[in-house]
């Protein structure tokens, strides 16, 4: 069994800073590439930051100099730095993870719940 738990999320007004966290746990054997994606209501979940197990980063065009994706792949948990935060970024903001799990080696995407950010003055 594998879990993503989110943190993190919460009020922060306009131009203010959060720090999200989702941290893996379970059967797992290596993890490749992780992510952040977000889904606004009535809007579809979309991608906001990739992160491979070598590093290499990807970013939404409407992100890119304000969120910055990391990973430490010693705690399985990636973050997501969000700066200069606007309206536009509130969602509910779900961290997915690619990973081989042990006990079949079979290669499979998860999914945290959520964390919801809500960016207002």
């Known amino acids: 069994q594998v879990q993503l738990v989110e943190s993190g999320g919460g009020l922060v007004q306009p131009g203010g800073s959060l720090r999200l966290s989702c941290a893996a746990s379970g059967s797992i054997y290596t993890i490749y590439t992780m992510g952040w994606y977000r889904q606004a209501p009535g809007e579809q979940r979309e991608l906001v930051a990739s992160i491979t197990s070598l590093g290499n980063t990807n970013y939404a065009d409407s992100v890119k100099g304000r969120l910055t994706i990391s990973r430490d792949d010693a705690k399985n948990t990636v973050y997501l730095q969000m700066n200069s935060l606007k309206p536009e970024d509130t969602a509910t903001y779900y961290c997915?993870?690619?990973?081989?799990?042990?006990?079949?080696?079979?290669?499979?995407?998860?999914w945290g719940k959520g964390t919801l950010v809500t960016v207002s003055s």
């Open positions: 997915n993870a690619e990973l081989m799990r042990y006990t079949d080696f079979e290669i499979m995407a998860y």
